[in-house]
């Protein structure tokens, strides 16, 4: 019956750490002060047993804490891993408590434009526990080591954001557009539904459909040219609606609820499937890819608002990106036309290609729809 | 044992200088808290981890050893997400609140967690100031009229009484009556009354039950102490209500167990009767609990005012580790402590409109006649008594009956007089 007792009384603040990671060129130092009650609870160190924990308890444990500690942090830059090691053990205090302070030092394969920081201390044992991060990137080529940090980014690690990147922005401007042209690519090429949509929209563009009905006969395209030049005109609408909407939502022209964007794009995928098994579309389907890319772009301004837009050159940073979604698209499909072109006349595509891949897209399209619509899991992966 | 007259001249004399030293460079140091250093030496105590007070810690060990060998075990996730809730309550300390919650994670994550689990997260959901999805989970305990409906239904009075709606909070006790035992039924009656218009006759009622509660275990005599108490002090009855607060302070720490909600009551009582010594005796071990770190920092600025230069050196430093405690717990985004933190900036800094804005959020969580008097204070000293409108209004729809609040509505403003 305890249990029922209300205590209105208010507590101290849960278990916090504090890292605060500096990038200087592609050196890493960071100061990472995590208390050290919380130290004790996850690997013991008051090794007498008093409940006391005093420096010397501390001192040996050096070894085990930055083992621990490290073994639950990762810096990866560029996509590469980063070293760190542990210095130094000092001691801080801080409003509840003292805490270990870790000094650290490391180095990076290179001058790292997207860093992505990893974290998963405590939260295992402690559901609550939270991490702040504070980083700072140095101009490599300042003089001074000292100087104020050029651009400073804040995070905040918890059990369901154990990763959080950082794009430089105020680097040099063909950094900046490299990074942004490389995350588009990435966006199109690890994106499931974004590749799925494509698939479907893109299946059909070496045989076409005559006609609305489920048994409308397949006409195969004339050259490979005609082919290439349809796909890449679709794409191409679709790049341009997507960098409209993307560009607005990004600047915050509009802001849309994410819910019923995200359902759309699902739509758009089940209609994309669809579309090959009972054509209700069927020519200039580039108008279905431009209405098509106005939705998926605005499903991915929140990803990439999230990513960190350099405030100073956005316009740069979104064209970077779109142009790198662009790319995606068009490398996607110089891979996959000219095969399927070649094999076009053969019914075999059509048996073993086009009719499952288009089934296939269309089960995913509907799988998603529900999972978003109506909050069901039904263990489809979400893209 | 025989000591040399000069060695311990000697000795008395350097505790002294020390003593002066430290009293003297404590602020110049209290600037430098966040200097990382090496300590020199190996014996320097930096932190309490064995929790010495708390009957439940030796338990809370055992059990955890269990779980990490089983964490998937649900009887032992269940053991030891409750002794952790137990002892997060004694402590005030949400760190065992996270590891409840990690053990239960699993069956967290199910979409029908077993009643106990759901049980178990209401709690960890009120602690956290997440009263709707508490309210949520109750809601579905004591409609589903399982053998955990009784406790839910207890818990989701207190839940009401908290949020300031004792006329809910009355339906639950009333329906509770019958079910479980009268005296904690009577108790949870009267606590709704007590705040909605009948005080007196609440109070004589649990005067009554005293008899029948000795025979009780220790939650429900403390409960019906601090019920009965808290009744007292609104009735302008305070040497009443300090007495069951001593005599509940007693009964708990001879079991070797403590209230924090309970200590900052009694401590907010003797506030109100200028017996800010004693606050300071009574709280004096209690300074890692922010809400009683506050109230001891109130009763020693106030003696510093009336010319104890030392409380003032305290009081300075109490106020500045509450200030940080604040701030960190703000950059983490939790705004768990806004009850304390609007008393702190109206009583320790003299910003009353940063107070008055803490106030009426804190309004918006909870809504328990302390919250009201914070919030009618800041208004008052902010010189915007209109900003408290609602809590008239919540004082005329409950009825509730409280001598300060009473106090603070006669005389909106004083600082506002020509």
Redesign the interface.
Same mark, same amino acid.
């Given at each position: 019956?305890?249990?029922?007792?209300?205590?209105?009384?208010?507590?101290?603040?849960?278990?916090?750490s504090y890292l605060h990671l500096s990038v200087d060129g592609g050196k890493l130092d960071a !100061?990472w002060d995590i208390a050290?009650? *919380?130290l004790?609870?996850a690997i013991g160190?008051?090794a007498s047993g *008093?409940? @006391?924990?005093?420096?010397?308890e501390?001192?040996r444990a050096q070894a085990r804490i930055g083992a621990y500690a490290l073994s639950r942090l990762a810096i990866r830059s560029d996509g590469r891993p980063c070293t760190l090691r542990l210095n130094?053990l000092?001691?801080? @205090?801080?409003?509840?408590?003292?805490y270990a302070?870790l000094?650290l030092a490391g180095a990076c394969p290179h001058t790292p434009i997207a860093l992505a920081v990893r974290y998963d201390l405590l939260? *295992?044992? *402690?559901?609550?526990? !939270?991490g702040?991060l504070k980083l700072d990137f140095h101009d490599a080529k300042s003089s001074d080591a000292h100087d104020a940090a050029d651009e400073s980014r804040a995070g905040?690690f918890s059990p369901q954001q154990r990763e959080l990147r950082f794009i430089r922005t105020q680097g040099d401007a063909l950094d900046v557009f490299t990074e942004y042209f490389r995350a588009g690519l990435a966006h199109v090429w690890s994106g499931l539904d974004h590749m799925l949509f494509l698939a479907g929209l893109f299946l059909p563009a070496v045989l076409r459909r005559q006609g609305r009905r489920w048994d409308s006969p397949w006409i195969p395209a004339p050259r490979l040219g005609i082919a290439l030049r349809d796909t890449a005109l679709m794409a191409t609408a679709f790049t341009i609606a997507h960098a409209i909407t993307l560009t607005l939502a990004a600047t915050g022209a509009f802001t849309l609820p994410s819910r019923p964007v995200e359902c759309a794009v699902a739509a758009t995928v089940l209609f994309a499937g669809l579309n090959n098994l009972w054509p209700m579309v069927y020519r200039e389907l580039f108008w279905l890819a431009g209405a098509f890319g106005l939705i998926h772009g605005a499903a991915i301004a929140g990803a990439l608002i999230e990513l960190g837009l350099p405030p100073g050159g956005r316009v740069w940073a979104l064209l970077a990106f779109n142009l790198g979604v662009e790319a995606a698209q068009l490398g996607v499909l110089l891979v996959v036309i000219p095969p399927s072109f070649l094999c076009r006349r053969s019914p075999w595509y059509r048996r073993l290609v086009l009719i499952p891949g288009a089934l296939l897209v269309t089960l995913a399209g509907l799988a998603w729809l529900i999972e978003r619509g109506l909050g069901i899991d039904l263990g489809v992966p979400l893209p | 044992m025989i000591v040399p007259r000069d060695v311990s001249r000697r000795f008395v004399r350097g505790v002294f200088l020390a003593c002066t030293l430290v009293c003297a460079v404590s602020p110049a140091a209290l600037a430098q808290? %966040?200097?990382?250093?090496?300590?020199a &030496? &190996?014996?320097?105590?930096?932190?309490?981890?064995?929790?010495?007070r708390a009957p439940g810690v030796l338990q809370l060990r055992d059990v955890r050893e269990q779980w990490l060998a089983e964490p998937g075990n649900y009887a032992i996730s269940l053991a030891y997400a409750?002794v952790a /809730?137990?002892v997060?309550?004694q402590e005030?300390?949400?760190?065992y609140?996270?590891?409840a919650?990690?053990a239960l %994670?699993p069956w967290l994550d199910r979409a029908q967690p077993p009643p106990e689990v759901l +049980?178990l997260r209401a709690?960890l959901r009120?602690?956290?100031k997440d009263f709707s999805g508490a309210m949520q989970d109750l809601d579905a305990l004591v409609a589903a009229a399982g053998p955990e409906s009784a406790?839910a239904q +207890?818990?989701r009075a207190?839940?009401h009484?908290?949020q300031g709606d004792p006329a809910a909070a009355l339906n639950d006790c009333t329906a509770l009556d019958r079910r479980i035992d009268p005296l /904690?039924g009577g108790i949870c009656v009267n606590a709704a009354q007590g705040l909605s218009g009948s005080a007196a006759s609440a109070l004589a009622a649990l005067d009554q039950e005293r008899k029948t509660a000795l025979k009780a275990? =220790?939650?429900?005599r403390?409960?019906l102490l601090a019920t009965a108490a808290g009744i007292a002090d609104r009735l302008g009855q305070a040497d009443a209500a300090l007495a069951d607060y001593a005599d509940a302070q007693a009964l708990l720490a001879a079991a070797g167990t403590r &209230?924090?909600? +309970? +200590?900052?009551a009694y401590a907010d009582c003797l506030l109100e009767q200028h017996r800010d010594a004693e606050v300071v005796h009574l709280l004096a071990a209690g300074t890692?609990?922010?809400? =009683?770190l506050l109230r001891l920092a109130l009763a020693e600025r106030r003696l510093g005012e009336a010319g104890d230069a030392s409380m003032t050196v305290r009081a300075d430093e109490h106020s500045a580790?509450?200030g =940080? %405690?604040f &701030?960190?717990?703000r950059?983490?985004?939790?705004s768990?402590?806004l009850?304390?933190e609007a008393m702190y900036q109206l009583a320790l800094r003299h910003d009353a409109a940063r107070a008055l804005q803490l106030a009426q959020q804190d309004w918006q969580q909870?809504r328990?006649p302390?919250d009201a008097r914070i919030f009618l204070r800041a208004a008052s000293v902010a010189n915007s008594p209109q900003a408290a409108q609602a809590v008239l209004e919540w004082m005329r729809r409950t009825r509730l009956e409280d001598v300060y609040l009473e106090k603070l509505t006669e005389h909106p403003a004083p600082g506002s007089a020509p």
């Open positions: 019956m305890l249990l029922l007792l209300c205590t209105s009384a208010q507590a101290h603040k849960a278990s916090t !100061r050290l009650r *919380d004790d609870y160190l008051d *008093d409940g @006391e924990l005093d420096w010397g501390v001192r130094q000092q001691i801080v @205090e801080h409003g509840d408590g003292n302070v000094n939260f *295992d044992i *402690d559901a609550l526990h !939270r702040l905040l | 808290t %966040r200097q990382p250093y090496t300590p &030496d &190996d014996a320097l105590v930096l932190e309490h981890v064995g929790l010495p409750r /809730l137990d997060g309550r005030d300390d949400p760190r609140f996270g590891y919650e990690s %994670r +049980l709690s009120q602690v956290r406790q +207890l818990a207190t839940l009484l908290m /904690l275990s =220790l939650p429900v403390i409960w &209230d924090p909600g +309970l +200590l900052a890692r609990i922010d809400s =009683l580790t509450l =940080l %405690r &701030d960190e717990a950059q983490r985004g939790d768990l402590h009850r304390e909870q328990e302390i």
